[in-house]
């Protein structure tokens, strides 16, 4: 059984002295978010650890006093990289930046008492009577609550007692949110609206699609969606956001400190003793581990899951950013701390889109055969705009009912590209390579496809080898059939008939 260990407050922190100003909440923010440097437009982002990173950009009012002054702009992401702010608006400029990453938690304001008095308030069991001591903090953060009272020493909230911890004022290097300081100095008292920007880590972002193949297996429907994720612990509300696809040439300094607030949790257990002689030993009492933990520090895992639901889908509109391509949301909305959010980028009707199976051939050795989707990004086959790289969940018709078919990713494509999908692999289409004829610089390949499903299916093998000017490499003299090259690969595409299979024979000539 857990109980809770209660953090209290007798006193607020103290006034800052005269020359600090506290800008509580920016008057607007915007929000730009990377994708992970780190990651393959065509895989899925990682919820519980995103890589990514956002530039963010917030107006504010401060009044800023004469002669030297802190500003402290409380509420920026707790990710920011304190090298990469950069604040304007200030006559005389920015002489010192500084972020307070120890922020104001049950664990951070635990560690901070360590040896220094507090009030320990006991309610005991059976009568509900409230006591309460002086007491000395004498434990870390890890472990259970040890005390100091003048009793002794002693563990608070065990052995079926309930304690609370009064603390007399909060540590004055506490903030209760991220904060980022500046040194200022000023020839005269004025009002000034700065811009305040900076990356933060702990964002990400990544569209996903969503391809539902039509009755007549030749055309599809294709909605994306991008999918905005934080995990960052500070919200914005009502902000101007954008995401940025293409790769930034960037080098990562390394995350910036990570805010040590958080929540606590103490343990307490009690061993058995062995009891004095001639005495009956007192019932066992459970033992009572000792837990802290505040509601604004702790995350639910489900909220990062949790799908930001729209009566109408907002559709993205995309803007170009030299090489790299923005969306911008049109209207403002909330990054909410640890969520997701999503928006639409597009919805085409009647995509045309080819379903085959592939198989990928080095010389005389064939992998597995893997479904796939085919088109081609241009109007005429439906499509004709940028597409995000991003995972692909598949569904088709089978009778009254549309049924997940298959997952697969996107890369990157732009106008015009050929589009790939390459899904799972399959279980009903193989492909087998047998040598014949292995003479010292010629052998002929036959590959055989073979085909279980009841429908015909289009296939394709491609088949690489070396150039002829290699040392070992080889190249096909001559094959039978009607073969293409594209990519430097010899491709070899037919339909294999349902329940039915299909041969071709070429051979590999090596060089002297």
């Not at 909220?303 to 639901?309: D, I, V």
């Not at 990713?409 to 492909?431: C, K, P, S, Y």
């Not at 014949?436 to 088949?463: D, G, H, K, W, Y």
């Amino acid at each position: 059984m857990r109980r809770f260990l209660f953090l209290s407050l007798l006193a607020s922190a103290p006034a800052f002295a005269h020359g600090v100003v506290t800008s509580a909440a920016p008057d607007g923010v915007s929000v730009s978010v990377y994708r992970s440097p780190d990651r393959s437009s065509d895989t899925a982002m990682n919820l519980n650890w995103l890589e990514g990173y956002a530039l963010i950009t917030e107006k504010r009012t401060v009044d800023i006093p004469a002669g030297k002054a802190t500003i402290r702009f409380e509420g920026v992401a707790a990710g920011l990289f304190p090298e990469s702010a950069i604040v304007t608006g200030l006559p005389s400029g920015v002489r010192e930046k500084n972020l307070d990453a120890d922020l104001l938690s049950p664990r951070s304001l635990y560690a901070r008492m360590f040896g220094r008095p507090v009030t320990l308030r006991r309610t005991l069991p059976g009568s509900g009577e409230v006591r309460e001591e002086r007491a000395v903090i004498r434990s870390g953060v890890n472990g259970a609550a040890i005390l100091q009272t003048a009793a002794g020493f002693e563990v608070a909230t065990c052995g079926g007692l309930r304690d609370e911890l009064i603390y007399p004022e909060a540590p004055k290097d506490l903030s209760a949110r991220p904060t980022l300081s500046i040194e200022t100095e000023a020839a005269e008292a004025h009002r000034a609206t700065v811009s305040l920007s900076y990356l933060a880590w702990g964002f990400d972002w990544q569209t996903n699609y969503v391809v539902t193949m039509n009755a007549d297996g030749r055309t599809a429907d294709v909605s994306a969606w991008v999918t905005l994720a934080s995990s960052d612990s500070t919200s914005f509300a009502a902000a101007e956001t954008a995401v940025i696809a293409g790769e930034v040439n960037r080098e990562d300094t390394g995350r910036g400190a990570v805010p040590t607030g958080g929540s606590l949790v103490l343990q307490c257990s009690l061993s058995s003793m062995v009891p004095p002689p001639m005495i009956a030993p007192a019932p066992p009492r459970a033992p009572m581990p000792v837990m802290m933990e505040s509601a604004d520090i702790v995350v639910s895992a489900m909220a990062m899951r949790g799908q930001a639901k729209m009566n109408a889908p907002v559709t993205v509109q995309q803007e170009g950013l030299g090489d790299l391509k923005l969306y911008r949301v049109p209207v403002p909305v909330t990054v909410a701390a640890n969520a997701q959010k999503q928006v639409a980028l597009a919805q085409k009707s009647g995509v045309k889109m080819e379903a085959l199976y592939r198989a990928e051939v080095w010389e005389d050795s064939a992998d597995a055969v893997r479904q796939m989707l085919r088109t081609r990004n241009r109007k005429e086959e439906g499509l004709g705009l940028p597409l995000p790289g991003g995972p692909v969940t598949v569904f088709e018709p089978q009778g009254d009912a549309v049924l997940l078919s298959g997952e697969g990713g996107l890369a990157d494509r732009a106008v015009g590209e050929d589009v790939e999908i390459m899904l799972a692999n399959a279980t009903q289409v193989t492909l087998e390579a047998e040598v014949s004829n292995n003479a010292l610089r010629a052998q002929t390949v036959r590959l055989t496809a073979r085909n279980a499903r009841a429908v015909p299916v289009q296939f394709e093998a491609r088949i690489a080898t070396g150039t002829g000017t290699q040392i070992n490499g080889a190249k096909i003299a001559r094959s039978g059939g009607k073969v293409t090259r594209k990519d430097g690969r010899t491709i070899w595409a037919v339909t294999i008939p349902a329940n039915g299979k299909v041969s071709w024979d070429y051979t590999l000539v090596r060089p002297r």
